[in-house]
């Protein structure tokens, strides 16, 4: 079953530069991703990586091609229903991007709010995924006085608050040492087989794919000049 279906996706910029060619960030990339996969995208920097997850994330729009999120076209539906689609889709980010005048627990509930839950359903939904991802005795810390580590964690939790199908992780762990890199792989691992998301995982490390990616897609100029089996794309030099 595919949880997220790529035909021939381009996404174009304007040029700077008055009556130049426009930039072409992604250029005619297909690729299906199937439910419950950790799948990698890897790619050198400028590759067009970021604008792909952009585009999955209905964050801005397509210049032409189909993306079909769990069956629905992405590509064709108006602002108000893009709110819904955008609520099956979590992400984290290389910085965390986390709130730093809210604590742990008002950032893990903030997409809750957004998306008006009752506040006892939030509450409860922000004291389980402090355990999930052991942090339940820094509720009331605020990022500042986190490690790393412990913001990437919060990042996850808060991105898997509105329980979301779709785990998008930009660079997740390219800000962190070895270690703690090694703790939030093993915890994306954890969202993967125990609440069965679909990870998309972006990233210029060829290690952490083969750490935990089933599928790759290689990009290079805006396209996917290989993709498949981990096992079988870097099998061979
Ligand atoms: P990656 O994530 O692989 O580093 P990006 O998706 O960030 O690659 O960028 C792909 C290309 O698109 C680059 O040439 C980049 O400069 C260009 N680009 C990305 N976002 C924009 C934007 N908002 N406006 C103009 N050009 C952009
Ligand atoms: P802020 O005011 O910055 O949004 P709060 O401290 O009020 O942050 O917490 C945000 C949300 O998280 C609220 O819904 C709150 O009830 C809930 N919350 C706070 N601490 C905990 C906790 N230890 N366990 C579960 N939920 C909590």
Redesign the pocket.
Known sequence: MVMISMRDIVKEYPSSKRGAEPIRAVDGVSLDIQKGNVFGVIGYSGAGKSTLVRLINALEPTTSGVIEVDGTDITELPESQLQKVRTEIGMIFQQFNL?N??????????P??VANYP?EQ??????EL?NFVGL?DK??AYPDQLSGGQKQRVGIARALSTSPKILLADEATSALDPQTTSDVLDLLQRVNRELGLTIVVITHEMDVIKRIASHVAVMEKGKVVEQGEVFDIFAHP
């Open positions: 709130f005048s809210r604590n742990v627990a008002g950032n893990i509930a903030f809750m709010n506040k939030r509450d409860s939904r922000v004291e402090l339940a509720a009331r």
